[in-house]
């Protein structure tokens, strides 16, 4: 009895103290840094043929810096981190968890979209089959900087490379429409209906290619008004009265059709399905 209670009071004390060692080393340690890193050609001689390795090493090394902070990194922390991810993908193209976390670390400093797009371009040229690179790349050019067509591209992209992303095609037809490329939006779905294996995304892109004609419709309406009035419609009632159409025609999503400020064709559905609309469902 005696043994065991010697061998139980050693077994507390011997773990105690590794306790209390563990909490002093972690107290003494430093906490990480981004590492200092010469020109990325330059880093790329010091490797001595291990870039592979090399980009590896460098990029656990912004993980573990991003994962010890408290809070989200400065501005200047943000552009330490770019020039750290360029280096990792380029010694290593083909290192995709570089271009996903600086898409999801980067993205949002409005100032590095620019390089990150940059970034994500080679992405793009190396890894060729990786979906998520242009959808990225997509996201960044309609939510950041307002180019809807250049989104719609590479949305097109992303969806040839992975056609189960279902949502994708409607999105596009949308983009298309924003960039006043209606035309171009109703032939993308119009191939995209011919191609389809999925009978419920055929109908879902059946009720946008229906919404997007009558745009298309009352677009070429108002160009006819304009050119016979010498004026643009303050409003669809317009087209109606002056002769250029008979009626004007339901949107097939529940809305209404009518013109901005600008004279654009727009509907007050936005292509979502207006009895569907508050409960988040539709296209």
Known sequence: MKRLSLFV????????????????????????????????EMTRVMSFGNEILAAQLIFYNSMFFIGSLEKPPTPAM?????????????????????????????????????????LLRRGMTYRSWDWHIPFYYGFNQFYFLGKSKEAAKYFKRAYELNPENTFLPTLIARLYYEAEETQVAIGFLEEMIRNTTSEKLRKW???????????????????RYQQRYNSKPHNLRMLVEGGMIKA????????????????????????????????????
């Open 205 to 223: 892109m059946m009720v946008r290619l229906e919404a997007l004609r009558l745009v298309s419709l009352l677009e070429h309406a108002v160009n």
């Open 78 to 118: 943000s552009r330490d981190l770019y020039y750290t991810l360029d280096t990792v993908t380029y010694l290593d193209p083909y290192n995709g968890d570089g271009y996903y976390f600086a898409q999801g670390m980067l993205s949002w400093n409005r100032s590095l979209i620019e390089p990150l797009n940059t």
């Open 9 to 40: 009071l050693t077994l507390v004390l011997c773990t105690y103290s590794f306790y209390q060692m563990d909490r002093m080393r972690q107290a003494q340690a430093l906490p990480p840094k981004l590492l200092l890193l010469p020109s990325r």
């Open 248 to 283: 004007i025609p339901p949107d097939p999503y529940g809305g209404k059709f009518y013109l901005d400020q600008s004279g654009r064709v727009r509907t007050t559905s936005q292509f979502v399905y207006v009895r569907e609309k508050s409960s988040g469902s539709g296209q």
